[in-house]
């Protein structure tokens, strides 16, 4: 018998042991919870920077002039300022993505957080309209963070516990979108809420530089505290996140090599892996999976940004219009019980989905939470048009919001598949970047779309006025579709299998 059947010989042997041993599931990896910590601190930042403009934004623009006294106006200008931080992103984030590449993700997070503290402040003193285009348009160029946490996030987790670490980062946004928008709202107009304190005509003629002063003053705060606590997660003797599939028309030497494998498992013989080291060229990043994980990333983005543009605004449209008539009160308080929701039930529940279904399962099952979710809108509103606004009709209102949950843990699934699909660790921040910079552009334009649309149903009354709901449900059958193609696990776990 020759060397290479008996190769085959015990290859056959022994591969339902070696294969049976694999599948035994692996325990999780304890978190870093400091660096994850310090990740999550700076990350806090972003949202309570944004949100904390929201509750004085139309005011201001209002008290500028720059409407001609027309309010119908106000949306059109606090639009163009909410669009512009996105285009400006679009544009330097995967510039800022590929540099934290080669010099490392820390100096590029805590600069992204330096820019947004500045840009803030000069946003609290801004006294005409283009100055607050200007000053918003510095924060999304000066901060292209979101893009680095998911590379670095991914750099601190492994496999085992890539999911726990993934589900946090809806849980901190939720956070922050919950403390920014009370604090902009609180200390908006201090000379009015608290005079004796606030007597300097400064406060008269800034009459919103404290909110955003606080949301600068935590900026600053985690800014001292990434610097002194965070680490460095890029090195230059990283492995490759994904190893090369070896090429080889032999079934001899694929024997061979698994027994090869097999051996080195059972007599710890050291193997020296094949290593990229460098960041690659951006056109080699444009590989099968990172494609793929792209994507799909788009697509979710798209329609997610569809459906938060249209929420507010079918809350607040007239029952006889098409929407329920809610006040900004009771629009409020519904979305502050969607941020409640997402952030318990994602800590929750999304690490445990993950593991007992596979990231393809629960992102397919979330996405395709988007036709029950688009298809409440209607039922809600007839419902309104036949009892008023009904314990019937807030039940309708409360299962939207729930299904919104599910669907936000697609989220944390498409970021594990786009992590996991980078050729090498080190080209990670430019995947990352990559998957930004398109959602950054979506971000820009997606909402002027989607409530465009809407506007555009009601006007020609096509369908009743949901012809905005068919589009949306037919692109989130699409969406199925490409879903379809993802791996059942990310992709790293597929290559290893």
Known sequence: ???TQEANKTHDEETPLLSQSRDIPKE???LPIGQIVALLALQLAEPIAGQSILP????????????GGDDRKVGYYAGIIQSMYYAAEAVTVLQWSRLSDHVGRKPVLLSGILGMTISTLCFGLSRTYWTLVISRSLCGALNGNIGVMKSMMAELTDETNMAQG???FPVTWAVGATIGPFIGGILSRPQDHFPEVFKNDFWKNYPY???CAGAAAYSTTVFILGTLVLKETVTKDTKPLRSPTPSSDSADTASLVNIAEGAALEHEIPTTPPRHDKPLPLLQLLTRPVVLSISNYA???LVEIALSALLPLFYSTPIELGG???TPAFIGICMGVFGLLNGCLQFLFFARAVHRFGPKRVFVFGMSMFIPIFSMFPLANALARQGGLSLLVWAVVFMQLVLMVVMDMSYGCVFM????ASPNKRSLGATNGLAQTLISVQRAIGPAISTSLFAFSLQKNIMGGNFVYVVLIGIALLSLLLAAQLPRGTWKSEEEN
């Open 324 to 326: 329920l008539g809610l």
């Open 28 to 30: 999780p990896t304890p």
């Open 417 to 420: 598949y786009i992590s996991t």
């Open 166 to 168: 993934f589900a946090l």
């Open 299 to 301: 697509v979710l983005a």
């Open 1 to 3: 018998m020759s060397q």
């Open 56 to 67: 004085f934004i139309n005011q201001l623009i209002s008290e500028l002039g720059i409407t």
């Open 209 to 211: 530089f404290l909110p």
